[in-house]
């Protein structure tokens, strides 16, 4: 009986919640980075095969050096890519919107940020490259259609000067859109700081579904007006899904 109780024993410690997940019925291991065999640690296949072996989660892993207390460095840097989106994580430059977003410690945050800013000053293409210019729909879905693939909703806000040359991108909230958590200053600070003379909104559906909520459409309206008031043009407002998008601009 003994034998059997220090047997049941340690198969509970090597099947505890911390190192497993749960899924339609079936317990899985949870591979931490740890566990990985040693020439496949990121920071080892870094040395012996050089970047471009890696794939971003893993050079972020790298950047991170450690995760947190509830969090494997890995999957960290994973989740942060995957509900941030890739995109926009590059472009973020408030640490304190990832942290709030994700829930990762402040200096992690930070650290993205700072990872990303450097590679913008080092390899971005001089000031005098070609501008981006967004005059249609169409064009801005090309933009940002990498959103459709993030599990939660994103309202981006695309700032543009007099000539529709895009001067300015920035995450304005993640999370269902209401009224209640999208205030008209969250959308036209940006605008003011970067002397944007319009802005178009953007957000995607994960559930694939195209058409627009009646929460999206209220928004829309009120910061349609609030552009008018502020004397910043809201041009357009497009849905994006995996295979395709849709404007919801109300009528004049």
Avoid: W
Avoid at 73 to 95: C, Q
């Amino acid at each position: 009986m003994a034998d059997t109780a220090t047997k049941t024993a340690t198969r509970s410690y090597l099947l505890s919640d911390t190192d497993l997940i749960s899924g339609e019925g079936e317990k899985k291991y949870v591979l931490k980075i740890r566990d990985l065999p040693q020439e496949e640690k990121p920071r080892e296949k870094l040395m012996k095969y050089g970047p471009d072996a890696l794939s971003v989660s893993e050079l972020l892993a790298i950047v991170f050096g450690v995760g947190s207390k509830k969090e494997d460095v890995l999957a960290m840097s994973k989740r942060l890519l995957k509900e941030y989106g890739n995109k926009a994580i590059v472009n973020e430059k408030d640490p304190k919107k990832i942290q709030k977003a994700l829930g990762i410690p402040t200096t992690k945050a930070c650290q993205a940020v700072a990872c990303f800013e450097l590679g913008r000053r080092f390899f971005e293409p001089a000031k005098g490259g070609k501008p981006l210019f967004l005059r249609t729909s169409r064009q801005v879905y090309e933009y940002l259609k990498d959103m459709a693939d993030l599990p939660k909703e994103h309202l981006r806000g695309l700032y543009l000067n007099a000539h529709y040359h895009l001067v300015h991108d920035e995450i304005i909230s993640i999370g269902s859109l209401t009224a209640n958590i999208i205030h008209p200053r969250e959308v036209f600070l940006p605008a003011v700081e970067h002397s944007a003379s319009a802005v178009i909104l953007a957000h995607n559906h994960p559930s694939g579904v195209v058409a627009p909520s009646d929460a999206d459409l209220v928004i829309t309206r009120q910061l349609v007006e609030a552009g008018k008031l502020m004397g910043i043009e809201v041009l357009d407002h497009v849905i994006v899904t995996k295979k395709t998008f849709t404007s919801i601009m109300p009528k004049p």
